[in-house]
């Protein structure tokens, strides 16, 4: 069974700062890995999907790599603003489900 | 395009009632995904439609879970009768196919039990 685990848990830095996210899994079987953004109350919105035969994808100030072998990947968001203030998830395909990770709580302060 | 449509927003019920949540998908997606999220937990798979037909269903609890996908199309997923450990934000999303297509996720109803 895929386990995939988001450290930390929370986190707070101020505006300008670069984010740097940690998801890890246990199977590295894995079609792929989502990046997704969760707000207060909303549901989630997609930001990088990277194949398993990839390292790496950008999307503006995003940067998701990936470590199939080592059952890592990271999500680095450049020059944070208070925009950026959400729950970030990381979620692996297997076969054809998706295991989430419970996430990590980012709070960028002004 | 049109996103994945889910209604209602909000629910509060009280223990041993029922309630149905409804999901319209993207249009053109074949498969239909049902996700529950408890608190300050990753989204949980429930079950999985591929046009009407279930092709996992492993971890929906049966004894009160429901969920069907009549025509291939718009999904209700129903609790019969609630629990308080039900409460937390049902999600709906959809993606082209089984295969490792990207999952486009509604903004989901959250559910309260009391």
């Known amino acids: 069974k895929q386990e995939v685990t988001q450290i930390p848990a929370a986190l707070s830095v101020p505006e300008g700062e670069n984010l740097v996210l940690n998801c890890s899994f246990t199977d590295s079987a894995i079609y792929n890995l989502q990046w997704f953004r969760q707000d207060p109350g909303k549901g989630l919105t997609s930001l990088l999907l990277i194949q398993s035969s990839q390292r790496e994808q950008t999307s503006g100030r995003l940067n998701a790599s990936l470590d199939k072998s080592s059952g890592r990947s990271t999500l680095y968001i450049a020059a944070s603003q208070p925009g950026d203030s959400a729950t970030y998830l990381c979620?692996?395909?297997?076969?054809?489900?998706?295991?989430f990770g419970a996430g990590t709580t980012v709070t960028v302060r002004a | 395009e049109a996103g994945v449509a889910q209604s209602p927003r909000y629910k509060i019920i009280e223990k041993r009632q029922s309630v149905a949540f409804w999901c319209n998908p993207i249009s053109g997606h074949a498969t239909l995904y049902w996700y529950q999220q408890i608190l300050g937990q990753g989204p949980k798979l429930l079950i999985q439609?591929?046009?009407?037909?279930?092709?996992?269903d492993s971890q929906l609890p049966k004894d009160r879970f429901s969920a069907e996908r009549l025509k291939g199309v718009d999904s209700t997923l129903k609790i019969q009768p609630a629990k308080l450990e039900d409460s937390a934000v049902y999600l709906c999303?959809?993606?082209?196919?089984?295969?490792?297509?990207?999952?486009?996720f509604g903004p989901g109803t959250r559910l309260t039990v009391t």
């Open positions: 999303a959809s993606s082209l196919s089984r295969g490792p297509n990207e999952q486009y």
């Open positions: 439609f591929q046009n009407n037909g279930v092709v996992d």
């Open positions: 979620a692996v395909r297997n076969d054809y489900k998706l295991s």
